[in-house]
């Protein structure tokens, strides 16, 4: 009986704070970081403050758990890190899974709270790159490293290799939807984005590629 209460609690405790996520990624998009109260987002979700002061005392710590369960979703399932052996096999499993990452509109909403508060609060900035953008990008960077020491794909520069691989990915997934409040491509249409983008990298970095 204990174990049930336990976890009922546990459970309880994850949708009050997936509600408060919400709320506040809504209302920080509609109000603004500056213009959106703690108190405001607790009505919101429908919590008690006490409730929300309990898992974030403070509006940063709130707008930090944004990011980071955003970047994150998903980032324990062992298919989102794959191995080296199979370089078309890992790469078109990475890219489809950042599409639909940043295809996601909570992704979407992310990126315009903190390009529209950028210039008032720039640490919004620095913690979507170091929270979320950077250990994603690493993640990336890790699995095309390990392809070239495994010799399956000739890649001195991972770094360089994984912005090409995800810019390629973005510019047509995410950065339209910036501009664009209409942008929804098909899925078959960001499907062969995804495969595209593959093959160019399949292409350059093969480790047979003439010089």
Excluded: C
């Excluded at 794959?82 to 990452?101: C, Q, V």
């Amino acid at each position: 009986m204990a174990a049930e209460l336990t976890a009922h609690h546990r459970r309880l405790a994850r949708q009050k704070r997936e509600a408060i996520i919400s709320a506040a990624t809504e209302l920080f998009l509609e109000r603004g970081y500056d213009g959106t109260s703690l108190a405001r987002i607790a009505e919101a979700a429908g919590v008690s403050k006490s409730t929300l002061f309990k898992q974030f005392p403070t509006k940063a710590a709130l707008f930090e758990a944004i990011v980071t369960e955003s970047w994150q979703r998903d980032a324990g399932d062992t298919a989102a890190q794959p191995r080296a052996g199979d370089p078309r096999a890992g790469l078109t499993a990475i890219g489809h899974r950042y599409a639909e990452l940043i295809g996601r509109p909570g992704m979407t909403a992310l990126f315009r709270i903190v390009i529209a508060e950028l210039p008032r609060f720039p640490e919004l900035g620095r913690m979507q790159f170091q929270l979320g953008k950077l250990p994603y990008f690493a993640s990336v960077q890790h699995y095309l490293e390990s392809e070239h020491e495994a010799g399956n794909a000739d890649v001195p520069d991972a770094e360089s290799a994984a912005n090409q691989f995800l810019g390629m990915i973005a510019n047509y997934v995410l950065w339209p939807r910036m501009l664009l409040t209409d942008w929804k491509p098909a899925a078959l249409d960001i499907h062969y984005a995804v495969e595209e983008a593959v093959r160019t990298m399949l292409a350059r970095y093969a480790p047979d590629r003439p010089a």
